[in-house]
Nanobody, 118 residues
Framework: QVQLVESGGGLVQPGGSLRLSCAAS????????MGWYRQAPGKQREFVAS???????NYAGSLKGRFTISRDNTKSTVYLQMNSLNPEDTAVYYC????????????WGQGTQVTVSS
């Protein structure tokens, strides 16, 4: 069965950095676009960043410059490097996979908590 497992979340002080990972299994990872979304308490889930199967990236406008998405197809893993974190970045971060040819094939991870607080 398909699995997306996020890791790397935790508690970090304002101004700090975290690197999130999402490991995929039981899919041909190289055929999927990957994305990160987040949902803060009481807020709607929002798009953070995405990367296509061939490495093209997109970012939410407010986050570009602080966050970087990347992927390693040999490890079936997508990453989100988060720098200069502030309390407004506190949220559950979710990993998403969408087939590059058929968008009806999509999967979500369970999420990982990121808390930015002093």
């Amino acid at each position: 069965q398909v699995q997306l497992v996020e890791s790397g979340g935790g508690l970090v002080q304002p101004g700090g950095s975290l690197r999130l990972s999402c490991a995929a299994s039981e899919i041909r990872f190289s055929l999927y676009a990957m994305g990160w979304y987040r949902q803060a308490p009481g807020k709607q889930r929002e798009f953070v960043a995405s990367i296509s199967h061939d490495g093209r990236t997109n970012y939410a406008g407010s986050l570009k410059g602080r966050f970087t998405i990347s992927r390693d197809n040999t490890k079936s893993t997508v990453y989100l490097q988060m720098n200069s974190l502030n309390p407004e970045d506190t949220a559950v971060y979710y990993c998403n996979a969408i087939h590059s040819r058929w968008s009806g094939l999509d999967y979500w991870g369970q999420g990982t908590q990121v808390t930015v607080s002093s």
